[in-house]
């Protein structure tokens, strides 16, 4: 086994145990059973609906003993989608002064957590085991990690609509930051953007997400 996988799992554990910390420190605390119709954070069904879609694969990767295959799904929901970009997401909301937002981005990113540990358990037991009791996750559910039920979420149909909203999002920030990486401008710099395009479609994308825009993307 080579020298730099094990670094590479290393620095795994190390931003899960980072978007730990970052709940903790925005005092997210599963409180309360999520009334998914209740949901209205439009990041909220798009993490939620990636997670379904992980969940499915990883069961058949399972079922047709392809270990290597749910390690690698589990592992791009967790970095990619729910670390990187879930996240980066929730900063602009808990830096908001929505408390109704705030209160549901809290209890929901910690609901997602239960289920993110979930999916790993199989593959990290000793860690998730340990995160689910730091978070009180085994009194919550009355469970320990290893007995509780695995997620079987089936689709939300009623989340299906900001699926392709945030996923536009996503790429128009990865376009802003490819754009400052070629004119070698530092990815934490806030600078001007200018926008030629005349399309209705991103112009109602901007408005609808300013702060977003400006918070992750890193532009005034």
Known sequence: ???????????????????????????????????FKK???????????????????????????RFDEAARNVYKFVWHSYCDWYLEFLKAVFNSKNKREIEEAKNFSSF??????????????????????????????????????WPEYKNQNFFSNNQVHINNLIELISNIRSSKAELNITPKLYCDLVIFEKSKKLKILIKQNINLIKQVGRVN
């Open 1 to 35: 086994i080579s020298k730099d996988r094990i670094i590479g799992n290393r620095n795994f554990i190390t931003k899960i145990w980072s978007a730990n910390n970052f709940l903790k420190i925005n005092k997210c605390v599963l409180k309360k059973k999520i009334n």
């Open 39 to 65: 949901i209205r954070l439009p990041i909220n069904h798009w993490i939620f609906n990636e997670f379904i879609k992980t969940q499915i694969l990883v069961n058949k990767n399972i079922e047709n003993f």
């Open 112 to 149: 997602m957590l239960s289920n993110l540990l979930k999916l790993l358990h199989p593959f990290i037991p000793f860690f998730t085991e340990n995160l689910w009791i730091k978070n009180k996750f085994n009194t919550f559910f009355k469970a320990d990690l290893i007995v509780s039920e």
